[in-house]
């Protein structure tokens, strides 16, 4: 399985490109995550590169700037390339498949009236009408029946 799930602050605004062809959007960006820190021990800070694609590496084009607050979903990817010196270098980045937005605002406007509810998420679109069709009560699951 390969999953992680981190919640860290951008370090810089999110770099978009477009990819040749499809022309499919391509976010980058940074975030900071503290490690927990034990009795005695530092502060330590990890920063793993984030790949975004399409519409939602719009979306954190225009609403992500350097400081804001973001859950990432997705998984670790590794590659290698070969730097000018022809020394081979090593990365290793997640590839969100969700961008939680925890701390909300267009990127070009500070006032809050302009910042749609934090606790409504760009993944929760269309949660209300899920939760419309569950019914009201649950029939509980018998722990004698093998699965």
Partial sequence: MNSVVLIGRLTRDP???????TQMA???????IDRPVRAGGEKQTDFPRITVFGKQAENCEKFL???RL??????????SYKNRDGVTVYTTDVVADRVEFLEWGDRNQSSAASRPDPSFSQ??????DFEDD??????AIDED???
């Fill in 26 to 32: 391509v976010a980058s960006f940074t975030i900071a």
């Fill in 65 to 67: 700037a350097k400081g």
């Fill in 70 to 79: 973001v859950g990432v979903q997705g998984r670790i990817q590794t590659g």
């Fill in 123 to 128: 993944s929760q679109q269309g949660a209300d």
């Fill in 145 to 147: 029946v093998p699965f």
């Fill in 15 to 21: 770099e978009v490109r477009y990819t040749a062809g």
């Fill in 134 to 139: 569950m019914p009201d009560s649950f029939q």
